[in-house]
């Protein structure tokens, strides 16, 4: 045998030592590592995310800074700062008025399947069909804590229509429409006596208060909020689901006049005071948003939409979309909205982009029970929604 035909041998021989030193390395890594992929993807599969879903008040298209091309005259730094951690979602539909919205949002059906087509009056005694499944009931019999802070609009002449009736373990805030920031009085015209005012506390086990909440009412829910989480942080160790609904930017036009420093730039009366009060849901969105991640941690998804589009008439802007709240052209059914994963992605994916596929108010239940890992829950309901979280 040559020299060189024996160097080949060795060299062949060396390399194959190699190659099965090499496979008994990756067979042990491989042995190591698939047990723990499978533990952390159990782990994933079982863990349920905090869910916090605000809902603002006729607040348009183009009425939060982050979603007009430019700059907008409305200042809102700390959601478009949220905005652009997380998705915006630039094809989100809801009703035209803020009662089916509603409507929809907590049955994820479609409005006009749960008889409530348009926005309530006082006196009206409709509300949610009692034998329709809401999605706080249904997140608690996922596993969640549900608690609601804010406008309720769905059903007030008995204590079985409002949140409490309908599945929430407490409420903060009001039963119905538009209601003075300060005062909580309710009105139908301006020349005409008050409805009187509206604002409760409530709970699970039958007690309540009406009482004079004198803060304006953005601060006063926001700081509810954080109250809320809070209290679930020291009472249980279940997921959180939280629906704050904001009473802003709806009229009456009542700022706090700190934030109204910020419009100065704006002529137009009307669009000056509401600017204002789109200022005051900046503050309130971020300091609840901060709030759940020092309080609930990462482990925490934050949705952001309006009820409708924007109402022209007082302020709002739907621009560049035609018209606006009360109708079913773009202005009034197509809605500023985000989601944020504040784990990083671990539930939505990453964040930073635009969502363009098209999403409806009545998407939110199946979505949420499908992030709380319980999807059979909606199976049987024959709902309008539909299940948006891979899509996401």
């Known amino acids: 045998m040559g020299l060189l035909h024996l160097l ?3 060299c062949i021989g060396v390399s194959r030592g190699q190659r099965k030193g090499e496979n008994i390395i990756d067979e042990t890594e491989k042995a190591v590592e698939e047990p723990r992929k499978v533990i952390e993807e159990a782990v994933i599969e079982n863990e349920k995310p905090n869910i916090i879903f605000i809902m603002v008040d006729d607040v348009g298209w183009a009425d939060f800074d982050y979603n007009t091309p430019g700059p907008s005259a409305i200042p809102t730094p700390n959601i478009d700062s949220l905005a652009e951690q997380g998705i915006k979602l630039k094809t989100h539909y809801v009703h035209p008025t803020c009662t089916p919205s509603r409507a929809a949002f907590m049955t994820g059906r479609y409005s006009a399947n749960t008889g409530l087509p348009f926005a309530m009056y006082p006196g009206s005694v409709a509300g949610l069909p009692p034998d329709m499944p809401t999605l706080p009931q249904l997140m608690r019999k996922a596993g969640y804590s549900a608690h609601m802070v804010g406008k309720w609009h769905l059903g007030h002449s008995q204590p079985k229509q409002g949140p409490i009736g309908r599945g929430f373990e407490s409420h903060t805030g009001s039963y119905m429409w538009d209601l003075e920031s300060y005062t909580k009085l309710m009105w139908d015209r301006p020349w005409t006596k008050p409805y009187g005012a509206d604002w409760i506390k409530a709970h699970e086990n039958g007690s309540y208060l009406h009482y004079p909440e004198t803060r304006h009412s953005t601060i006063a829910l926001t700081e509810e909020a954080v109250t809320v989480m809070e209290d679930h942080k020291k009472k249980t160790d279940n997921p959180l689901f939280m629906y704050l609904s904001y009473n802003a930017a709806h009229s009456p036009l009542q700022p706090e006049a700190s934030w109204l420093e910020y419009c100065s730039s704006i002529p137009h009366l009307w669009r000056y005071q509401y600017c204002g009060m789109v200022v005051g849901l900046d503050w309130g969105i971020k300091r609840v948003a901060d709030a759940a991640k020092e309080i609930l941690g990462e482990n925490t998804i934050i949705v952001v939409s309006s009820d409708n589009g924007g109402s022209v008439w007082f302020g709002g802007l739907n621009e560049p979309l035609r018209s606006g709240k009360h109708t079913s052209f773009e202005g009034g059914v197509r809605v500023p909205a985000f989601a ?28 949420f029970l499908s992030l709380a890992r319980s999807s059979n829950l909606y199976q049987d309901l024959d709902m309008d929604g539909v299940d948006q979280s891979k899509a996401l």
Request: proline residues 3%; charged residues 25%; positive net charge.
């Open 340 to 367: 944020v994963d504040l784990s990083g992605g671990k539930y939505l994916g990453r964040g930073g982009r635009e969502f363009k596929g098209i999403v409806h108010i009545s998407d939110w239940l199946p979505t």
């Open 8 to 10: 080949v041998l060795v």
